[in-house]
Nanobody, 130 residues
Framework: QLQLVESGGGLVQPGGSLRLSCAASGFSLDHYALAWFRQAPGKEREGVSSISARGVSTHYVDSVKGRSTITKDNAESTVYLQMNSLKAEDTAVYFC???????????????????????WGRGTQVTVSS
């Protein structure tokens, strides 16, 4: 069974940092691009960042650019999202999802069209509050 499991969320003060992890179970991430999405209370889910299957090229939305880093460890079948200088508006449930690596080996997929993504995790809660 193909699964993605997110972890690393929690309660953090404004200005703090978190590293979210997305681990694949039942398959290898070698041939998949990945993205992080988030859904804040009362809002639609939105894309945050993505990384190519090769694990080199990345994409960030403006709201997290400069504060976040996405990395991919194919050996560990895990993708990470390091988030720094966290703000209250970063509070959300964070999800990871896979996209077909044959289409996105060198370039990261966009994060505006969720139909690009096949396997989704259940999410991890990030709360930024003092």
């Amino acid at each position: 069974q193909l699964q993605l499991v997110e972890s690393g969320g929690g309660l953090v003060q404004p200005g703090g940092s978190l590293r979210l992890s997305c681990a694949a179970s039942g398959f290898s991430l070698d041939h998949y691009a990945l993205a992080w999405f988030r859904q804040a209370p009362g809002k639609e889910r939105e894309g945050v960042s993505s990384i190519s299957a090769r694990g080199v090229s990345t994409h960030y939305v403006d709201s997290v650019k400069g504060r976040s880093t996405i990395t991919k460890d194919n050996a560990e079948s895990t993708v990470y999202l390091q988030m720094n200088s966290l703000k209250a508006e970063d509070t959300a449930v964070y999800f990871c999802a896979t996209a077909d690596g044959s289409s996105w080996y060198y370039q990261p997929p966009g994060v505006t069209n969720e139909y690009e993504y096949d396997v989704w995790g259940r999410g991890t809660q990030v709360t930024v509050s003092s």
